[in-house]
C-alpha cells in the first residue's frame, strides 16, 4: 500500500534526514557516556570491591573481548532485520547492564556484568552505519560519520561531569542506574520514531526521497578471507587500527585511575579531565574536512596518509610529553592533544576501509573494528602489569608511546587506492 506524503509548501527548514542524524549523534554520546563511566568510577570501585591493579585490567578489558566477538553478527543481523530493531535490543540490552554495573558485590560478578555489558554495545556503529547509507546520499555520509564520531567523544567528555557529582553526593552505584535510565529513553523514542528507510516513513517528502537516492544493493556477507589476509595493504590497516586503539584505550579504560593514583588529583579536580575528550571531538571533525581538502589537493592516497602521519605522530611526541611531566595542568594538556591526535586521524581511517572495501565495506569496517577492540583489550588487561612491572605510572605509558609510532611506520605503506577485491572506476564526490 503506497503511504501519502507530505508535500510541503515551502522548503523544510529541517530536512527529515538531520533529525535521524540527531539520534544517531545522541546515540553516540550515550554510548561514550556509559562506556568512559566505568573509568570515571574506577577509583571508587577498585576502593570498594578491594580490586587491585591487575584485577582492575581485566575488568576493564573483558567489555573488549565480548565487543569484538559480537560485533559483526550483531551487524549482519541488522542488515536482515533493520536498525530499528536491532539499536533497540542493542541499547536496552547495554542500558540493562550498566545499570546492573551498580549492583556488582565483589570481583567476580563485576567481570561477568562488564562481559555482557560489551555483549550488547557490540553492533553499535555497523547498525549506526546502516542507518546512514539508507538515510543519507553518497555525498553527505563521511560528514554524518564525522558528527557522530563528534558526539561520541563529547559524551566521554561530558562523563565526568555527570559521574563525579553524583558519586559524591549519592555514590558509585547511583551513577550506573542513571545512566541505564537514560538509555531507556533513547529506546523507546527511537523505536516509536525512527523508520528503517525513508520510504517507510511518509513524513518525507517525495522531494527528499529522491535526495538521497535509492540505497545500494544488498553487500555480498561472503568475503575470500583466505586471499584478503594476504593483502599487506589490508594487514597495514588492520595493524594500524590495532596500534592506534591500543593507545587511545588508555582514555577509555584507565585515564582516571591515572590522574589519581598516578598525578594525585582528586575527585573534584577529575571535572577537569572532560579537556581530553573536547580536544578529541575537535579532531574528528578538522580531521575529516582536512582531509578532504588535501585530498583535492594531493589526490586519495596521500590526502589519507598524510591526515593519519601527522595524527599519529603528534600523538606520539605528546604522549612522550606526558612521560616526562609531572604537572597537573600540563599532563591534562599533552593528554588532550594526545587524543586530538588520534581523533585527527580516525576519520581518515575510517575512511580508508571504504576506499578500498568496494563492494565489502561492512566486512573490513567490522575487521578494522575487531582488530582495534583486540588493541584495546590487551592495553586494557596489560596496563596495570605495566605499572607493576615498572613501579611507576609514567613509565607504563611507554608501550603506549611505542604502539602510537609504529602506527605512523604503517600508515606510510597505506594506499587508500588500492582496492582489495577489484578494481572499479571512482566516482567523482561532489562536496
Known sequence: MVRSRQVPSEESFLKYRYRVLGFLCA?????YLDRVAISVAGPRIQESLHINPEEWGWVVAVFTVSYALFEIPTGRMGDRKGARRVLTRVVLWWSAFTSFTGLASNYYVLMLTRFLFGAGEAGYLPNVGISISRWFPLAERARAFGLVWMSAQIGGALSPLLIVPIQLRWGWRVSFYVLGVIGLGWCIAWYRWFRDSPAENPRVTEAEVREIGVPSGAVAHSLPWASLLRSTNLLAVLFMVFCYCFALYLF????????????????????????????????????????????????????RRSIGLIGLTCATIFMIATIFTANKVATLLFLGLVYAGITFQQTAACAVSIDIGGKHVGGILGAANTAGSVGGFIFSASFGYFVKWFGSYDLALIPAAAMLATGVLLWLRIDATEQLIRKQPRRRLCL
Open 27 to 31: 546515540l553516540a554520546a550515550i554510548t
Open 252 to 303: 577509555i579504560s584507565w585515564m582516571h585511575t591515572f590522574l589519581v593514583k598516578g598525578r594525585g588529583f582528586s575527585e573534584t579536580q577529575l571535572l577537569l579531565s572532560s579537556a581530553p575528550g573536547i580536544l578529541g571531538a575537535a579532531g574528528n571533525v578538522s580531521g575529516g574536512f582536512v582531509s578532504d581538502a588535501l585530498t583535492k589537493r594531493l589526490g586519495l592516497k596521500w590526502g
